[in-house]
């Protein structure tokens, strides 16, 4: 006689783990969770994480690793102007 563990993760009396979406783009890697609440909702931001993420994020995500290790100064400052760097990635236009 073999048990089995079966975790049903659409039917929330018999599932005790959260199936969240995750959308991967090379370097970048987003989860989304509503808790179990709405599947429906995290499948809907994953699909539109999907659809804004550049193909060739990887190529920013390079560039950025390489400006990173040309920044002197102390962790604070480097923080600082990495930040400097991106902020126009989510600055919406006027």
């Not at 089995?4 to 659409?10: E, F, G, Y």
């Not at 179990?36 to 690793?65: C, W, Y």
């Amino acid at each position: 006689d073999l048990d089995k563990l079966v975790n049903v993760a659409d039917n929330p009396p018999f599932c005790d783990f959260y199936m969240g979406g995750i959308v991967s783009k090379g370097h970048v890697k987003i989860a989304i969770s509503t808790n179990g609440k709405s599947p429906t909702t995290a499948k809907r931001l994953r699909q539109f994480f999907e659809d804004i993420i550049p193909e060739d994020i990887n190529k920013m995500v390079e560039n950025l690793h390489a400006y990173r290790r040309t920044i002197k100064g102390d962790f604070e400052s480097k923080v600082d102007q990495m930040n400097e760097m991106t902020k126009s990635l989510i600055t919406k236009p006027k």
